[in-house]
């Protein structure tokens, strides 16, 4: 046991102190033990660029609860740590540093490239796993992995070269999301769709042979009509039937250029005439491939107009926009400028426009993949937590297209293919040195694998695929994956795939999805809006403790959540209650032995009331964490240990504790105090490791750490239901006292008589059994106990609780004359406030110009004085009446 408590609670020091005791015993660290039953995660690897934010935040929290609570169950669990290399961001990152020195990366040339972000990873990377620490993550640290360790590396490479030797894996010229910014492709799940104010352009396109006849097309993106090969109708389109086999000549290039018909065409949009650029929009490129139209290629890789563009070579694509809708408008093709809003693809990482291109990248074939992962969630043998996100992601493997993995980037797992000049490629797990085929030089692919590829295998390549380990055969499949809505076509669908094709097994049975959280007015956190809520910054302040249970318990699954600094400082001073309580508990703790269990018969009503209370909050937040309703269970030990066990419990306590002269009475008190209190605290320790671990440490126990020790079993023997009713009966009457009391404004310190008239000769006996309950937290002098058809008392305010009359006389209670007065004068004030914002209300100049939000304050002002003014001429007229 430690020392005599401290008087204040300070999270700084505890945490910090408690989290290094955990780490030096090795209670995070988990060895395979075959009599157990496993529990494992993964943890969301975050990239090592990463800084700590709500996000990581909650998603860590959520793992950790789960956990710690499985860890107490007797599980032999497992949370894998790592951090994943991030590929696109860390190459731009270090790209950064080095500008700053005017050095780019082709300066120092691919290899002193690689060598200076490995040692920036060094440096930094770290960094997000110490933030992780100060939230109280309980990672097995030993264990800690990285995307490109050499056991990852491994299984990366044998992942592809499978997939190539089975023919999932594929390279070939197709379109795909390019991001002129990092300069590399990117997955149409890397593009983030945003609804931007843009134009429609109406052109024409001459029918070739034909004088003055022409087919209007309308398009958002007029610097693609250079590379455009066709234009398509639908077929059942009767306006455009005899035009289907003909040819246009492309404005301002003079092109020939072919009328297809196709069914995508929706003919009731625009002009019913499509526009088809193959090598610049996916749509089209599927149409190219139907029609056999030539890809014509007419932006660069940094977004300028290629070099068989004539006037526009070498342009900006949106400065080529500007001169070609001028010529477009000069030479008499431009028809009209629409306003019109649409979805226009950003990269997800820099926010640039993407350009859809065509180029040669290695692509995943994923039909084959897609259909055994839609099976694995459809049967059941993966479930969504909450259900609703399985139709989500059904829907998005059913429509999925191939995937691609190469990224035009240095950092990352580089492809293990390799060219000779006589036209081979070679596919290789070992690194190649010469053809196999002619023995000449080979080059290995320039390319890197996308960072989503590595990340997809993390389930089992972090614990040591593809060798057999023990890890592997114990902890995989995992038991359940924790993370966001927004990477379930990123990270889960890919994982469940990839599980599928290389471990013929699911990597996690269950996918707990958590929302976002948001700022106070609902919007999502970003830098451009500046309303991001830095979790190391609530920790200094709060501690990790009280944003830990702020953001469960505002949490529900798959739903956003709004951060508001209030509800941090109700958890703060949450735990101030819990240290408060614990302290009190400790100071009166002198004599006690933990071993020593007390005669049951002894018991009060509020010893069995508190441990009935006890024993269901134990099966009810068990329940909720079983059904992944974590903030649920977090309520419910919120409200059992402030209201129940604080609140009322202990002070209820307090005539036996002080009274030491009778010892046996005292140590009844002090062993049910200790039961309640040293158990609840297993119960919070998922959830607020820190201040339950400080608070166990000073109680009698056994073990070394909080967070070792055995999960409360539940136990119905102790629930008892007329108990709970015979003491919420009692409570319930004292709150009415308290009202009564609260309304003259009786004194604290002064006691009152108090009757109370009851029904039966049952609820008399619990009153006159229990009858110091009423006095101590009543404030009661005296209590007498009259059956209901006794005389009422006279000049003395009355209410009803459960069916009990309850009567307080107010004769020497307060000075009717000096209440009186008080009243008047509230009143008074009240009327002139009345006075004031009436007349604001009524001045038409003010409703004309003050904002909504203004008038409709001042208008819920008067309703609340008006309900005020009413409630005190009510207790007027009942005093006057004393």
Same mark, same amino acid.
């Given at each position: 046991?430690?020392?005599?408590?401290?008087?204040?609670?300070?999270?700084?020091?505890?945490?910090?102190?408690?989290?290094?005791?955990?780490?030096?015993?090795?209670?995070?660290?988990?060895?395979?033990?075959?009599?157990?039953?496993?529990?494992?995660?993964?943890?969301?690897?975050?990239?090592?660029?990463?800084?700590?934010?709500?996000?990581?935040?909650?998603?860590?929290?959520?793992?950790?609860?789960?956990?710690?609570?499985?860890?107490?169950?007797?599980?032999?669990?497992?949370?894998?740590?790592?951090?994943?290399?991030?590929?696109?961001?860390?190459?731009?990152?270090?790209?950064?540093?080095?500008?700053?020195?005017?050095?780019?990366?082709?300066?120092?040339?691919?290899?002193?490239?690689?060598?200076?972000?490995?040692?920036?990873?060094?440096?930094?990377?770290?960094?997000?796993?110490?933030?992780?620490?100060?939230?109280?993550?309980?990672?097995?640290?030993?264990?800690?992995?990285?995307?490109?360790?050499?056991?990852?590396?491994?299984?990366?490479?044998?992942?592809?070269?499978?997939?190539?030797?089975?023919?999932?894996?594929?390279?070939?010229?197709?379109?795909?999301?390019?991001?002129?910014?990092?300069?590399?492709?990117?997955?149409?799940?890397?593009?983030?769709?945003?609804?931007?104010?843009?134009?429609?352009?109406?052109?024409?396109?001459?029918?070739?042979?034909?004088?003055?006849?022409?087919?209007? /097309?309308?398009?958002?993106?007029?610097?693609?009509?250079?590379?455009?090969?066709?234009?398509?109708?639908?077929?059942?389109?009767?306006?455009?039937?005899?035009?289907?086999?003909?040819?246009?000549?492309?404005?301002?290039?003079?092109?020939?250029?072919?009328? /297809?018909?196709?069914?995508?065409?929706?003919?009731?949009?625009?002009?019913?005439?499509?526009?088809?650029?193959?090598?610049?929009?996916?749509?089209?490129?599927?149409?190219?491939?139907?029609?056999?139209?030539?890809?014509?290629?007419?932006?660069?890789?940094?977004?300028?107009?290629?070099?068989?563009?004539?006037?526009?070579?070498?342009?900006?694509?949106?400065?080529?926009?500007?001169?070609?809708?001028?010529?477009?408008?000069?030479?008499?093709?431009?028809?009209?400028?629409?306003?019109?809003?649409?979805?226009?693809?950003?990269?997800?990482?820099?926010?640039?426009?993407?350009?859809?291109?065509?180029?040669?990248?290695?692509?995943?074939?994923?039909?084959?993949?897609?259909?055994?992962?839609?099976?694995?969630?459809?049967?059941?043998?993966?479930?969504?937590?909450?259900?609703?996100?399985?139709?989500?992601?059904?829907?998005?493997?059913?429509?999925?297209?191939?995937?691609?993995?190469?990224?035009?980037?240095?950092?990352?797992?580089?492809?293990?293919?390799?060219?000779?000049?006589?036209?081979?490629?070679?596919?290789?797990?070992?690194?190649?040195?010469?053809?196999?085929?002619?023995?000449?030089?080979?080059?290995?692919?320039?390319?890197?694998?996308?960072?989503?590829?590595?990340?997809?295998?993390?389930?089992?390549?972090?614990?040591?695929?593809?060798?057999?380990?023990?890890?592997?055969?114990?902890?995989?499949?995992?038991?359940?994956?924790?993370?966001?809505?927004?990477?379930?076509?990123?990270?889960?669908?890919?994982?469940?795939?990839?599980?599928?094709?290389?471990?013929?097994?699911?990597?996690?049975?269950?996918?707990?999805?958590?929302?976002?959280?948001?700022?106070?007015?609902?919007?999502?956190?970003?830098?451009?809006?500046?309303?991001?809520?830095?979790?190391?910054?609530?920790?200094?302040?709060?501690?990790?403790?009280?944003?830990?249970?702020?953001?469960?318990?505002?949490?529900?699954?798959?739903?956003?959540?709004?951060?508001?600094?209030?509800?941090?400082?109700?958890?703060?001073?949450?735990?101030?209650?819990?240290?408060?309580?614990?302290?009190?508990?400790?100071?009166?703790?002198?004599?006690?032995?933990?071993?020593?269990?007390? =005669?049951?018969?002894?018991?009060?009503?509020?010893?069995?009331?508190?441990?009935?209370?006890?024993?269901?909050?134990?099966?009810?937040?068990?329940?909720?964490?079983?059904?992944?309703?974590?903030?649920?269970?977090?309520?419910?030990?919120?409200?059992?240990?402030?209201?129940?066990?604080?609140?009322?419990?202990?002070?209820?306590? &307090?005539?036996?504790?002080?009274?030491?002269?009778?010892?046996?009475?005292?140590?009844?008190?002090?062993? /049910?105090?200790?039961?309640?209190?040293?158990?609840?605290?297993?119960?919070?320790?998922?959830?607020?490791?820190?201040?339950?671990?400080?608070?166990?440490?000073?109680?009698?126990?056994?073990?070394?750490?909080?967070? /070792?020790?055995?999960?409360?079993?539940?136990?119905?023997?102790?629930?008892?239901?007329?108990?709970?009713?015979?003491?919420?009966?009692?409570?319930?009457?004292?709150?009415?006292?308290?009202?009564?009391?609260?309304?003259?404004?009786?004194?604290?310190?002064?006691?009152?008589?108090?009757?109370?008239?009851?029904?039966? =000769?049952?609820?008399?006996?619990?009153?006159?059994?229990?009858?110091?309950?009423?006095?101590?937290?009543?404030?009661?002098?005296?209590?007498?106990?009259?059956?209901?058809?006794?005389?009422?008392?006279?000049?003395?305010?009355?209410?009803?609780?459960?069916?009990?009359?309850?009567?307080?006389?107010?004769?020497?209670?307060?000075?009717?004359?000096?209440?009186?007065?008080?009243?008047? &004068?509230?009143?008074?004030?009240?009327?002139?406030?009345?006075?004031?914002?009436?007349?604001?209300?009524?001045?038409?100049?003010?409703?004309? &110009?003050?904002?909504?939000?203004?008038?409709?304050?001042?208008?819920?002002?008067?309703?609340?004085?008006?309900?005020?003014?009413?409630?005190?001429?009510?207790?007027?007229?009942?005093?006057?009446?004393?």
């Amino acid at each position: 046991m430690e020392k005599e408590i401290a008087t204040v609670y300070e999270p700084q020091i505890q945490e910090k102190k408690w989290y290094a005791y955990w780490e030096e015993n090795q209670f995070f660290h988990a060895e395979v033990d075959k009599d157990k039953d496993p529990f494992s995660i993964v943890i969301p690897p975050p990239n090592v660029t990463g800084q700590l934010h709500m996000g990581h935040a909650i998603d860590n929290v959520l793992q950790d609860i789960l956990i710690r609570w499985r860890r107490m169950q007797g599980y032999n669990t497992l949370w894998m740590p790592g951090t994943d290399h991030a590929g696109i961001a860390t190459q731009i990152k270090v790209e950064e540093v080095l500008a700053k020195d005017n050095i780019s990366r082709y300066d120092l040339g691919r290899e002193t490239f690689i060598d200076r972000v490995w040692e920036w990873k060094k440096q930094y990377g770290s960094r997000i796993i110490t933030q992780l620490k100060s939230l109280g993550a309980s990672c097995d640290w030993q264990r800690e992995r990285f995307t490109m360790d050499e056991g990852c590396s491994r299984a990366v490479r044998e992942v592809f070269v499978t997939l190539y030797e089975k023919g999932l894996i594929y390279q070939g010229n197709r379109i795909t999301n390019w991001c002129p910014r990092c300069n590399t492709a990117l997955s149409d799940i890397e593009v983030e769709h945003e609804e931007t104010p843009g134009n429609l352009y109406h052109v024409r396109y001459p029918v070739e042979g034909s004088d003055g006849e022409f087919i209007t /097309v309308a398009t958002t993106r007029p610097e693609t009509i250079l590379g455009d090969t066709a234009v398509a109708v639908h077929p059942e389109d009767s306006r455009y039937s005899k035009l289907i086999g003909r040819f246009l000549l492309l404005p301002l290039v003079g092109r020939r250029i072919p009328v /297809v018909a196709d069914e995508y065409v929706d003919p009731s949009f625009g002009t019913g005439a499509v526009k088809v650029t193959p090598a610049h929009d996916p749509n089209d490129f599927d149409m190219g491939l139907r029609h056999q139209l030539p890809q014509i290629v007419v932006i660069n890789s940094d977004g300028s107009m290629g070099a068989d563009t004539g006037k526009y070579a070498g342009m900006d694509r949106y400065e080529c926009r500007k001169v070609l809708v001028s010529d477009l408008k000069e030479q008499g093709y431009l028809v009209k400028i629409d306003e019109h809003t649409h979805s226009v693809g950003h990269c997800q990482r820099c926010g640039t426009v993407v350009e859809p291109l065509t180029s040669k990248q290695w692509f995943v074939k994923m039909k084959p993949l897609a259909e055994p992962a839609i099976a694995a969630v459809a049967t059941g043998k993966i479930q969504f937590v909450p259900e609703r996100f399985t139709k989500i992601y059904i829907n998005w493997l059913e429509n999925i297209r191939d995937w691609c993995i190469s990224r035009q980037i240095w950092w990352g797992h580089r492809i293990p293919a390799w060219y000779c000049e006589c036209g081979e490629v070679i596919v290789s797990r070992e690194d190649v040195h010469s053809c196999p085929k002619c023995g000449g030089k080979v080059e290995q692919d320039p390319d890197v694998l996308d960072t989503w590829f590595s990340s997809a295998l993390w389930p089992f390549s972090t614990m040591g695929w593809p060798e057999k380990t023990p890890e592997l055969a114990h902890f995989y499949p995992t038991s359940v994956l924790v993370t966001g809505y927004d990477i379930i076509f990123f990270w889960v669908a890919r994982m469940i795939f990839m599980g599928l094709e290389f471990q013929q097994e699911i990597p996690f049975k269950h996918v707990f999805i958590h929302g976002l959280v948001r700022d106070g007015e609902g919007r999502k956190m970003s830098k451009s809006l500046g309303n991001g809520i830095d979790p190391l910054a609530v920790i200094d302040k709060y501690g990790a403790d009280a944003l830990r249970f702020t953001l469960v318990t505002g949490n529900t699954p798959g739903n956003d959540m709004r951060f508001y600094w209030e509800r941090v400082e109700s958890s703060r001073n949450f735990a101030n209650k819990i240290w408060n309580a614990s302290r009190f508990v400790l100071m009166n703790l002198d004599g006690f032995h933990a071993g020593e269990q007390p =005669d049951t018969s002894r018991y009060t009503l509020a010893d069995r009331w508190i441990l009935s209370r006890y024993a269901q909050t134990v099966a009810a937040v068990t329940e909720n964490l079983e059904k992944f309703e974590l903030g649920e269970a977090a309520r419910l030990l919120y409200e059992f240990i402030w209201n129940e066990f604080c609140d009322w419990y202990i002070e209820m306590t &307090k005539i036996r504790l002080y009274n030491k002269e009778d010892g046996t009475n005292r140590a009844v008190a002090q062993y /049910v105090l200790w039961y309640v209190l040293s158990r609840t605290l297993k119960l919070l320790h998922p959830f607020m490791p820190f201040i339950t671990e400080a608070v166990w440490q000073h109680l009698p126990h056994e073990g070394a750490s909080i967070m /070792v020790s055995e999960w409360p079993a539940e136990q119905s023997g102790l629930i008892c239901r007329e108990e709970e009713r015979n003491m919420e009966l009692i409570m319930d009457v004292i709150k009415a006292i308290r009202n009564m009391r609260a309304e003259v404004n009786v004194p604290p310190g002064r006691k009152s008589e108090v009757i109370l008239q009851v029904a039966g =000769d049952a609820v008399t006996n619990v009153f006159q059994a229990n009858i110091q309950y009423v006095k101590l937290l009543a404030a009661a002098e005296s209590v007498r106990i009259l059956p209901l058809s006794a005389a009422k008392p006279e000049n003395a305010m009355t209410a009803v609780a459960n069916g009990v009359e309850i009567y307080l006389p107010l004769k020497g209670l307060i000075d009717i004359d000096k209440e009186l007065a008080r009243l008047q &004068k509230e009143l008074e004030a009240l009327d002139k406030e009345l006075t004031r914002v009436a007349g604001k209300l009524a001045n038409a100049g003010f409703v004309a &110009k003050a904002p909504a939000e203004v008038i409709e304050k001042e208008r819920t002002k008067e309703k609340e004085y008006r309900e005020k003014r009413a409630a005190i001429n009510e207790r007027l007229l009942y005093l006057a009446k004393l």
